[in-house]
């Protein structure tokens, strides 16, 4: 019998530690990350989409390949504010609408075994989530978000520091959770719901969301299969539960709170300040 000679294939080299550019790399993509965790929390504030909207917002929005219609850029600020929480409602926290969490898109239901993984991830972490007037969950995509953006705030400061090991802590954590949660699901609902809207607001940052989600992943290097990307689908039980925690305001819906973390966000997108 004849034995075949093994082949080791060595490990790609880990890359060089640069702490200025991994702090600056970090801070960058938390901005994204608080940017996405606003759209997706609430209802936009008057002051939130006031900000928006500032040349130089607009100019670093259509950077990334943004495109909005006059429907946001050319309607009053007083009209988008209601236009836009009309919208969130029909597409958030209505009956038959997308909810923005992980259990409801992976599952069908609230707070499956991804609810209770995130929960454990944010304590492990040594992070609570915060609720405001509303109730919310730990696997809404808001708090995943934002999740991810205080890692990165983490990782920043290590990087600046030039403490390397917690630098690859920070990183490991945010792979691991990509590859557990978000990276399961947030690709897929951002096509469903810039499907789904009939608000360019909404159609440009899920159409973000996805791609956005495309590059971590690519960047990360991650194997990590998206299941979403199925029509807006949600049990009645699971919707009514849904609303009676965030019953409340425009259209017979209601926003869910920010989901904010510990460490908490500016209320403005950071990238943007």
């Not at 209505?94 to 991804?114: D, K, L, N």
């Not at 956005?212 to 979403?228: I, P, T």
């Amino acid at each position: 019998m004849q034995i075949e000679p093994i082949h080791f294939i060595p490990p790609e080299p880990k890359t060089p530690f640069n702490p200025q550019e991994a702090a600056e790399d970090c801070a960058a993509r938390a901005g994204v990350y608080h940017l996405l965790a606003g759209v997706f929390a609430e209802e936009s504030s008057r002051e939130f989409l006031a900000a928006l909207r500032q040349p130089e917002s607009m100019a670093a929005l259509a950077e990334a390949g943004l495109r909005f219609d006059a429907d946001f850029t050319d309607t009053p600020l007083e009209q988008l504010v209601d236009d836009t929480a009309c919208e969130y409602a029909s597409l958030f926290a209505s009956p038959g609408g997308a909810a923005p969490v992980e259990s409801v898109r992976r599952t069908g239901r609230m707070q499956q075994e991804p609810f209770y993984e995130v929960k454990a991830d944010y304590q492990r972490l040594g992070f609570a989530l915060q609720h405001g007037r509303f109730s919310t969950v730990e696997d809404h995509l808001g708090a995943e978000l934002e999740f991810v953006a205080a890692l990165l705030d983490r990782a920043a400061a290590a990087a600046e520091a030039s403490n390397e090991k917690a630098f690859r802590r920070m990183d490991r954590e945010i792979k691991r959770f990509w590859t557990m949660h978000l990276g399961r699901w947030a690709r897929g609902y951002g096509q469903v719901v810039a499907r789904a809207t009939d608000h360019s607001f909404y159609r440009e940052m899920a159409k973000f969301l996805h791609a956005f989600g495309e590059d971590e992943v690519l960047r990360m290097k991650l194997k990590v299969d998206d299941a979403d990307g199925r029509p807006p689908e949600q049990p009645k039980q699971e919707t009514d539960e849904l609303d009676k925690a965030d019953s409340g305001s425009c259209c017979g819906g209601a926003a869910t709170p920010p989901p904010m973390l510990e460490d908490p966000a500016s209320e403005l997108p950071k990238f943007l300040l």
